[in-house]
């Protein structure tokens, strides 16, 4: 079998962009600024009326007082290689070009980084967002229609909102956040109407599954709210990796 020079550069490319991402993503996440996971302390007793108080999360401020680090490099940094080294791999061998296969890694690690911190947190920092959102630009070439990116974000934030009121409506209480709400607008952004569509059915169906998996194990009820963006990390990879193929989606090929 032979094998093109273009396929082994993207190849030895991909490689490298794994060693990088997969230690950068452990480095990155011990390093960021403790202000980025500012959140609203919920007990407002002791704080003055309209002056909501913002703290850090208990498990980062032990971490950092007691100089450990928030993510161990052992064994994520090797896990987290590897994970980007197959997707990498996978996205050479399967062609495209070598900006795109870039471009997908640059965003995975991205929510990579912003599903860390939901699971660890429960709290995403805002610049988090930020930068996917800003993401975004690299993938413009691949809509079909200018407006795309924008009709992504407006279907991402309108299915975000309507799940929020139909868990209000029900349970009295939000089923969504306010980080999965920004992840979910800033991702439409990114994958346009159809991709955004095909994410949220696929990080429903991986949550629903994990969150039956915590409870069937017992380490949970159906009243816990368990972090939604380690299932829509995994739903992204499995989007880019089979859904998505320069400009055209998979999926309505094989109708």
């Not at 190849?11 to 980025?36: D, E, M, Q, T, Y």
């Not at 980062?60 to 080294?85: C, H, M, V």
């Not at 949550?207 to 194990?217: D, E, G, N, P």
Request: charge should be negative; include cysteine; proline fraction near 4%.
């Amino acid at each position: 079998m032979e094998y093109s020079t273009a396929l082994i550069l993207r190849i030895i490319i991909a490689a490298v962009l794994a060693i990088l991402f997969g230690n950068g993503s452990v480095v990155a996440f011990n390093r960021i600024k403790p202000r980025w996971f500012e959140d609203y302390d919920e007990d407002q007793s002791d704080t003055a009326p309209g002056e909501p108080r913002k703290v850090l999360p208990p498990k980062l401020l032990e971490a950092d007082n007691a100089g450990r680090q928030r993510i161990p490099s052992s064994p994520w940094k090797y896990a987290f290689t590897g994970y980007f080294a197959i997707t990498g791999i996978y996205l050479a061998i399967r062609g495209g070009s070598l900006t795109y296969e870039i471009s997908v890694l640059c965003v995975l690690f991205i929510v990579l980084e912003m599903a860390i911190a939901d699971q660890m947190y429960r709290v995403v920092p805002d610049e988090f967002s930020i930068m996917l959102a800003i993401s975004a630009a690299a993938f413009v070439e691949y809509h079909e229609n200018w407006w795309e990116p924008a009709a992504g974000a407006a279907l991402g934030l309108v299915i975000s909102l309507a799940v929020l009121l139909l868990g209000m409506l029900l349970f009295k209480t939000g089923s969504i956040g306010g980080a999965d709400i920004k992840f979910f607008t800033c991702m439409g952004l990114v994958t346009g109407r159809t991709g955004i569509a095909i994410i949220y059915v696929l990080t429903t169906l991986l949550f629903a599954l994990y969150s039956a998996v915590i409870i069937a194990a017992g380490k949970g009820s159906i009243k816990d709210r368990n972090p939604m963006l380690p299932s829509a990390c995994a739903a992204v990879t499995v989007y880019f990796l089979f859904f998505f193929s320069t400009g055209d989606m998979l999926l309505l090929n094989l109708f």
